[in-house]
C-alpha cells in the first residue's frame, strides 16, 4: 500500500524575493506544509508521535529546483511516505503547479526518533510498528 497526501497552497506575497519569484527556502516550508496535511490525514502528526513520548526532528532535506514559482500560482505538494524497517520516518515530495501540472520541485525528508532526553531511539517505536500495520505497511 502507498501513502500519498496532495495539499493546494497558493504562493503569497510574502514569499516571493526581490526577483518576483518563491524564494528558495520556501520550498522546505512548503514540504512542511505536506508533512502536516500527511499527517493529519495518516495520523501521524507532530503531536500524535509526542503523546508516546517520542519526538522525530529532521536530520536530512534534500530538494532539487525544477522550475520557479511566482505571486498567486497555486501549487500541490504531493507527499509519499517511504517505508522503511529501519528506525526512522521518510517522506519524499512532488510540488506541482496547478493547471498545467508542471514539476517545480522535488525533494525528500528524514526524520528519526529521539527520547525527550535527546537519545536517539535504535528500533522503531512500538506505536510506529503499530502504526505501519493499520495501513498494512508491514
Given amino acids: 500500500m502507498e501513502l500519498i497526501d496532495r495539499k493546494e497552497i497558493t504562493v503569497r506575497f510574502s514569499e516571493v524575493?526581490?526577483?518576483?519569484?518563491?524564494?528558495?527556502?520556501?520550498?522546505?516550508?512548503?514540504?512542511?506544509?505536506?508533512?502536516?496535511?500527511?499527517?493529519?490525514?495518516?495520523?501521524?502528526?507532530?503531536?500524535?508521535?509526542?503523546?508516546?513520548?517520542?519526538?522525530?526532528?529532521?536530520?536530512?532535506?534534500?530538494?532539487?529546483?525544477?522550475?520557479?514559482?511566482?505571486?498567486?500560482?497555486?501549487?500541490?505538494?504531493?507527499?509519499r511516505f517511504v517505508n522503511s524497517e529501519a528506525a526512522k520516518i521518510s517522506f519524499e515530495y512532488s510540488i506541482y503547479r496547478k493547471g498545467d501540472e508542471e514539476i517545480i520541485a522535488t525533494g525528500s525528508t528524514m526524520q528519526v526518533f529521539l527520547t525527550p532526553e535527546g537519545e536517539l531511539i535504535l528500533t522503531p517505536p512500538p506505536f510506529f510498528i503499530e502504526w505501519k500495520k493499520y495501513w498494512k505497511l508491514i
Fill in 17 to 79: 524575493d526581490s526577483m518576483k519569484i518563491v524564494w528558495h527556502g520556501h520550498y522546505l516550508k512548503y514540504f512542511e506544509d505536506g508533512r502536516e496535511s500527511f499527517g493529519n490525514k495518516y495520523n501521524l502528526g507532530y503531536m500524535d508521535v509526542y503523546k508516546h513520548n517520542v519526538m522525530i526532528p529532521i536530520v536530512k532535506v534534500t530538494c532539487d529546483y525544477k522550475k520557479t514559482l511566482v505571486y498567486g500560482d497555486t501549487i500541490v505538494v504531493e507527499t
